[in-house]
């Protein structure tokens, strides 16, 4: 059991569509991430939240809105996609960050495609 | 740039011995980390070495070499089920997870 949960696990989503992503937490843990994974090109980091404010963003573009209301649930607001968007994005936590940043769990996932 | 190289595909026969390669060129070093994602799930953490060295747990070994900035993912006796893609992380000197593409691993009977 992972103690990751996302939803929905699939998605599909016109360009001018508005939709969200959910994730959450069981494990009491202080960092969260969003990442996305396309085929066969590195995880890259979307954004990182520590006890609920946002530490890191790489360069995201906006149509991608993250929210942290909790240090156990995290967002991913959608909206206006590319279809270059489409991938599949994957929440994850840590303890904390720094060194204890390094054993992040991972949910399943949400499966991304943008028409 | 921060650069990540590991074989895209390999594929190994079930029962036998395979090495995954990962070579890194990273600003600063914290430790690295191999993760193992089957199709369709999550990637789950396998092993992390920040010592040169090696380092066994189970049908599992993980070595590093800092001073050549490589590392590689043994797997022995293998089974059906370590079919999957395997993934090589450095942590950097932020503490950045700087992944990379991963190896998809097949096994053959």
């Known amino acids: 059991e992972t103690g990751v949960t996302q939803t929905p696990r699939h998605l599909v989503m016109g360009m001018t569509n508005k939709k969200s992503l959910k994730c959450e937490q069981h494990?009491?843990?202080?960092?969260m991430y969003w990442y996305k994974q396309s085929a066969k090109k590195p995880l890259e980091l979307m954004f990182v939240?520590?006890?609920?404010?946002?530490?890191e963003n790489n360069s995201v573009p906006s149509r991608f809105s993250p929210e942290c209301p909790n240090s156990s649930h995290l967002f991913l607001h959608l909206h206006t996609l590319q279809p270059e968007d489409s991938a599949l994005y994957l929440c994850?936590?840590?303890?904390?960050?720094?060194?204890?940043?390094?054993?992040?769990?991972f949910g399943p996932g949400t499966r991304l495609t943008v028409t | 740039g921060q650069n990540i190289d590991q074989p895209t595909e390999m594929t190994a026969t079930e029962g036998a011995i395979v090495q995954i390669n990962c070579t890194y060129q990273t600003s600063g070093f914290n430790g690295l980390f191999w993760y193992q994602q089957h199709a369709g799930e999550a990637p789950t953490f396998l092993s992390y070495n920040v010592l040169d060295g090696l380092e066994e747990k189970g049908r599992f070994s993980s070595f590093l070499s800092r001073s050549k900035g490589y590392s590689y993912l043994l797997l022995k006796e293998l089974q059906m089920k370590d079919s999957a893609s395997y993934l090589c992380?450095?942590?950097?000197?932020?503490?950045?997870?700087?992944w990379g593409a991963g190896t998809k691993l097949i096994i053959k009977p």
């Open positions: 494990l009491g843990h202080n960092a």
């Open positions: 992380a450095v942590l950097d000197s932020n503490y950045q997870l700087i």
């Open positions: 994850a936590s840590s303890q904390d960050l720094g060194l204890a940043s390094y054993e992040q769990y």
């Open positions: 939240y520590s006890l609920e404010e946002r530490v």
